[in-house]
C-alpha cells in the first residue's frame, strides 16, 4: 500500500556502504546494556520530567537522548546555526530528512520537542516509551479521514508554543539518497503562524567518511537495526541546524515545503534549484538576428 501519507522508499540493503568498523561483540552487549540503564532512568524520572518546567526540564530531557546516543556509541555533532533553542510561547514546524530511529533521538538531544509521529512508534520498545512522555502527536496513516483532525492538532500545538518535530519525507531513506518533502505538515506551520527551522542529518564514521549503515530502510526489524547500530566504531551524527524560515516566506505549502528541503539538501552539500526559481517559467533565448545577404562579388578578369 503506497500513497500520499504511507510513500515508499527504494531504499534497501544494496544502498549499505561496506567497509565500516565494528566493535567486538563484548562491547555491543555493554551498549544495549548501557541503553536500558538510560531507558530504566527514564522511567524512575517520568514523575520529575512532568513536574519541572522551563530549562530544568529541558536539561533533563537533553540529558536522557543524549545518553541514548552515548550509550550507543554514537557521537553527536552539531553545526549551523546554534542558537536553534527553544523560546518560550513561540511554537516552531521543525523538519529534517529521515534516515533511522536515531533521528529523533538526536533532534531531542539537540533541543527536546513534541513530535509527529507514525502510530506504530509508540509502540516500540525502547523508542516509544520516550515518544509517548514526549507528548507526541500519532499518525494513523493507514485511516486518511484521520489525517485533517491530526493537522489541526499539529497546528494548534504550535500556535499554543510547541515546537514539533516532523519528517516531511514521509519514510526512511538511506542518507546518500532523500524523498520529497510532502508539503501537508507545512500547511499546519502556515495555519498556526509560526516559522520552519530546517535540521540536515548525515552519519559518517571517525574517519569523516559518510555511511548508511544507520538507516532503518527495507523489511529490516527494529531489532536488526538496533544491532546493526550497536556495532559500529566511531559512528557520529551530524545535525545541520539551517536559516529559520519566517513566516510569510512563501505562497503557499508547497513552496515552504520545497524551500525547506532545498535548505536540507544545501546544508548537505547537494545543488537544488530554489523553489522561487523553479516555479518561474524560463524565457526562451530571442532568436539571433539574421544578417542580410552579402551582395555577389563580380571579379573581372582582363583580357589577355
Known sequence: MSHAWMPKSPCGDGCLTEGAP???????????????????????????????????????????????????????????????????????????NHISWLDIIAVNAVQPMRALAKKEVGAWPVLGLLVRRGRSIFLDRENLRSLPATMAELADAMRGGSLVSVTPEGTTW????????RPAAFQAAIDGGVPVRPLALR??????????????????????????????????????VCPEIAPGRA??????????????????????????????????????????AAAPVVVKVPSQ
Open 174 to 181: 538511506c542518507g546518500l539518497g532523500s524523498g520529497r518533502f
Open 203 to 240: 552519519f559518517r564514521l571517525a574517519d569523516g567518511r559518510e555511511t548508511t549503515q544507520p538507516a532503518f530502510i527495507g523489511p529490516e526489524s527494529l531489532i536488526a537495526s538496533l544491532r546493526r547500530v550497536a556495532a559500529l566504531r566511531g559512528l557520529v551524527l551530524e545535525v545541520h
Open 251 to 292: 505562497a503557499d505549502r508547497r513552496e515552504l515545503a520545497a524551500l525547506a528541503e532545498s535548505a536540507v539538501q544545501a546544508a548537505l552539500g547537494r545543488v537544488q534549484i530554489p523553489a522561487q526559481l523553479r516555479r518561474r517559467p524560463v524565457p526562451a533565448p530571442a532568436p539571433a538576428p539574421v544578417a542580410p
Open 22 to 96: 565494528t566493535v567486538a561483540f563484548p562491547r555491543r552487549v555493554l551498549r544495549f546494556a548501557a541503553a536500558i540503564g538510560v531507558i530504566g532512568a527514564a522511567f524512575l524520572t517520568a514523575p520529575l520530567v512532568l513536574v519541572l518546567r522551563g530549562m530544568p526540564r529541558e536539561r533533563l530531557v537533553r540529558l536522557l537522548f543524549a545518553g541514548i546516543l552515548r550509550s550507543f556509541g554514537v557521537k553527536l555533532r552539531v553545526l549551523g546555526d546554534e542558537r536553534f533553542r527553544a523560546v518560550p510561547g513561540r511554537g516552531a514546524l521543525v523538519v529534517n
